[in-house]
């Protein structure tokens, strides 16, 4: 005896004795035992021509709901990636324009410091500008001369 898938079938080939059990002899009593059990067993199983276009009828519908199902599986994988793409892109570009903003606040920090140190420098060398208390401004101070 084999080891393996066909021991069974070898074994029931020794019990059974004369008869072979082989694939068609398998198939058949399976066919029997369904037809047995749906009580269908002396009837004609042959179907008429209205029936086969019926069953091919419903054949064709089903292979087209198939169809529109695994288009429509196919279309939502392919939006779900271009919105999860499109997601990526702009977070990428929302931290660029909060780093842009970072540093064009710092970039416009430091100039307020640079005009103000100038200022007061200038008010330093040049005591004749004076500073307009409502707009910030310089104004310079005249001298009769």
């Known amino acids: 005896m084999q080891k393996g898938r066909n021991t069974k079938r070898k074994e029931t080939e020794v019990k059974g004795g004369n008869k072979k059990m082989n694939d068609k002899n398998i198939r058949k009593q399976q066919e029997e035992k369904i037809k047995r059990t749906l009580g269908i067993e002396g009837k004609e199983t042959k179907r008429t021509g209205t029936e086969l276009v019926h069953l091919r009828k419903i054949d064709k519908e089903m292979q087209r709901n198939f169809m529109k199902g695994s288009k429509q ?3 939502f994988k392919t939006r779900t990636k271009e919105s999860t793409l499109k997601i990526k892109i702009l977070a990428k570009e929302v931290e660029k324009v909060e780093l842009i903003e970072k540093t064009v606040y710092k970039d416009l920090e430091y100039c307020r410091k640079l ?4 200022r007061e420098q200038i008010l330093k060398i040049f005591p004749n500008f004076k500073k307009n208390n409502n ?9 009769s001369g």
């Open 73 to 75: 599986k196919l279309e």
């Open 115 to 118: 005009n103000e140190t100038y």
């Open 135 to 143: 707009t910030g401004n310089l104004i310079i101070k005249r001298t």
